[in-house]
């Protein structure tokens, strides 16, 4: 979006949220929390609960559709805008090269980037020039990259929703072994199928909410798209 730029009386406690917001969608299980959260400040999905919906057949074949299009994704480039109950915003672009990798690059002033490479999700705070590491497989990144995309077993489908006054078709996601853990709701156009935005509720209830715009899909990539930014060296004193 043209024009879009932080209100600066909000891009302090923007850039303050803005990890563990993201942390929200890409973390999993206590294991990357123990990693991540010595430099997260507020993490995304601590502690939101979500009773499971009995889910009919329509909703398992809406699954299914969101299966085999997310499986169908090659390589996608997109700008994407957030805000949040916290007030203000930021925008940044959203790279998609599955399988396996993945990059999402902030727009100044707020200093993060997350790089997926097939093995490890790094994160890079540029600010800092501090980078942490976490395999792949503990964040929910994988369910994004995977070759296979499936919306049973370690995660759990909680509720599908059609909204057909917007032609939206919303899925409630949450981990399987962790349910308590938080709740990430995934926001499709429903035809043609077109993954359109996430929301990820924290403890509190309050939600974050990331849209896709100006999708562009099997665009080349180049791989350096993929290689996390790695601290300097101090210079040594002769």
């Known amino acids: 979006v043209h024009g879009l730029e932080p209100d600066t009386k909000t891009t302090a406690l923007v850039i303050k949220g803005m990890r563990g917001t993201l942390e929200g969608l890409l973390r999993k299980g206590r294991g990357a929390d123990d990693v991540l959260g010595a430099y997260a400040v507020g993490l995304g999905l601590a ?8 889910l009919s057949a ?9 299966e085999s299009y997310l499986e169908g994704l090659k390589t996608v480039r997109a ?13 940044g ?10 990059r999402i690059e902030y727009d100044p002033p707020v200093p993060y980037l997350y790089v997926a490479n097939g093995s490890w999700l790094t994160f890079w705070d540029e600010e800092l020039g501090q980078r942490t590491d976490v395999p792949i497989g503990s964040t929910l990144a994988d369910f994004i990259t995977r070759e296979d995309v499936s919306l049973d077993g370690e995660v759990t489908v909680t509720d599908v929703r059609r909204v057909t006054e917007l032609g939206e078709l919303e899925v409630d996601l949450v981990q399987t072994d962790d349910p308590g853990n938080g709740q990430l709701t995934l926001v499709f156009d429903a035809d043609p199928l077109a993954f359109k935005r996430w929301t990820v509720r924290d403890g509190q209830g309050l939600f974050t909410e990331v849209t896709l715009t100006d999708p562009a899909y099997d665009v080349a990539l180049e791989d350096e798209l993929f290689r996390a930014p790695r601290p300097r060296r101090p210079e040594r004193d002769d």
Do not use: K, N, V, W
């Not at 329509?58 to 969101?66: C, E, H, L, T, V």
């Open 93 to 102: 672009t959203f790279y998609l090269a599955r399988p396996g990798q993945m």
């Open 47 to 54: 502690g939101a609960a979500s009773a499971q919906t009995a």
């Open 58 to 66: 329509q909703d398992r074949a809406d699954m299914r559709r969101i």
């Open 79 to 91: 700008r994407f805008i957030q805000h949040s109950e916290l007030g203000g915003f930021a925008a």
